[in-house]
C-alpha cells in the first residue's frame, strides 16, 4: 500500500504542467470530442508542462516523466490530468480533451507504454 501510495504522488506530481492555457470553452453535457487530429504534442508538452518537467521530461521543478510514464496505465495519467492531485492542479479546462491526449500520445512516444492490466 505504500508503495501504491508513493506511486500515486509521484505521478501526481509528474504530471503537474506549469502552463496554463485559461480557455475554457464552457462545459456542458454535449459528447466530447478526443480527437488528436491537427495537435502536436510536443508543442502542447512544450508550451503547457516542460517548465515543470524539462523540455526532454527528465525533470526539473516538478518530477521526471522518464521514470513515471511506465509505471502507470493511460487511465491512471488522463484521471490525474483532467482532476489534478496532490501537488497538482487539474487541467479539465485549460487543456481539451484533444489536447490532453495529444500529450499522452506524446509522453508514450518519449517514454515507452505502461506494462500490464489497465493499459490502453
Do not use: W
Not at 508550451?47 to 524539462?54: F, K, L
Request: charged letters at 20%; proline letters at 3%.
Amino acid at each position: 500500500m505504500k508503495a501504491f501510495s508513493l506511486t500515486a504522488l509521484t505521478l501526481a506530481l509528474v504530471l503537474s504542467a506549469c502552463g496554463d492555457k485559461s480557455d475554457d470553452s464552457g462545459s456542458g453535457a454535449a459528447a466530447v470530442d478526443c480527437s488528436t487530429d491537427g495537435l502536436d504534442g510536443a508543442s502542447l508538452y512544450s508550451s503547457s508542462c516542460a517548465g515543470c518537467h524539462g523540455a526532454d521530461g527528465s525533470g526539473a521543478s516538478g518530477p521526471s516523466l522518464e521514470d513515471a510514464m511506465p509505471l502507470h496505465s493511460d487511465d491512471e495519467i488522463r484521471s490525474v490530468m483532467e482532476n489534478g492531485a496532490p501537488g497538482m492542479p487539474a487541467f479539465d479546462s485549460s487543456l481539451d480533451c484533444g489536447e490532453r491526449e495529444a500529450i499522452l500520445d506524446y509522453l508514450r512516444s518519449q517514454h515507452g507504454q505502461q506494462g500490464g492490466a489497465g493499459s490502453d
